[in-house]
């Protein structure tokens, strides 16, 4: 079965602290896996799109490294502001239809305390 | 910043009406999506969109219908609210492509009373 499971469920650090956000995935055949990054009330907004061939891609202080031999990715921010308090949404995709269909995990929710 | 624009952004709405949830975007995207996500919870993709006079349904059952009459808007209706359709409904775009990321709008967070 084709899951996306994101650790940890939650996650509260203080300002300027960095971390790393976990995503496991069974998704198969793969084809790329996107981070994207959820204000509360707002829609997704893209961070970084990485395929098979890339294992690290940056955006800023954001940084999404994959492992597609293990199907592991973690995003690391560093240095964090207040404005990446958030929920972090891993998405992977499939080869598997014209679609590419998106397998969606439920997110870790960040909160940076001043 | 993305342009597709979602409205309403709240809706509170007794049981029987009939909804129509507004989506357009401005970057002449042919791919459009519908997405339902409750509190939590990862999305579901409800329906999609190709193209003009293109529809389909998604993986998570829905009683909505779509309609793609021009590139830009990507209407979703509900003929008949029920309180089982409470949650926040998300449009998407994306440019053709398997790589492309998908442009979301800021949602309609629908309550039936």
């Known amino acids: 079965k084709n899951q996306v499971e994101q650790s940890p469920q939650s996650l509260i650090i203080l300002e300027g602290k960095n971390c790393t956000l976990q995503?496991?995935?069974?998704?198969?055949?793969?084809?790329?896996l996107r981070w994207y990054k959820q204000d509360t009330g707002r829609g997704p907004v893209s961070l970084t799109i990485?395929?098979?061939?890339?294992n690290t891609k940056s955006n800023g202080r954001y940084t999404a490294t994959l492992d597609a031999d293990t199907k592991q990715s973690s995003l690391h921010i560093t240095a964090s502001q207040l404005s990446d308090s958030a929920s972090y949404i891993c998405?992977?995709?499939?080869?598997?239809?014209?679609?590419?269909?998106?397998?969606f995990g439920r997110g870790t929710q960040l909160t940076v305390w001043p | 910043e993305a342009d597709i624009y979602q409205t309403p952004r709240y809706l509170v709405i007794g049981t029987g009406k009939k909804i129509t949830l507004e989506c357009s975007q401005t970057?002449?995207?042919?791919?459009m999506y519908w997405y339902q996500q409750d509190p939590g919870m990862e999305l579901h993709l409800i329906h999609y969109?190709?193209?003009?006079?293109?529809?389909e349904k998604g993986d998570l059952s829905s009683e909505s219908t779509v309609s793609r009459i021009r590139t830009e808007h990507f209407p979703l209706t509900l003929e008949s609210a029920r309180p089982s359709h409470t949650s926040q409904y998300l449009c998407?775009?994306?440019?053709?492509?398997?790589?492309?990321?998908?442009?979301f709008g800021d949602g309609t967070r629908l309550s039936i009373l």
């Open positions: 990485m395929t098979f061939s890339e």
């Open positions: 995503c496991n995935y069974t998704v198969s055949p793969f084809s790329n």
């Open positions: 970057m002449g995207h042919d791919k």
């Open positions: 969109s190709y193209g003009v006079n293109s529809t």
């Open positions: 998405v992977v995709s499939d080869r598997g239809s014209t679609l590419g269909r998106l397998y």
């Open positions: 998407a775009s994306s440019a053709t492509g398997s790589n492309q990321p998908q442009h």
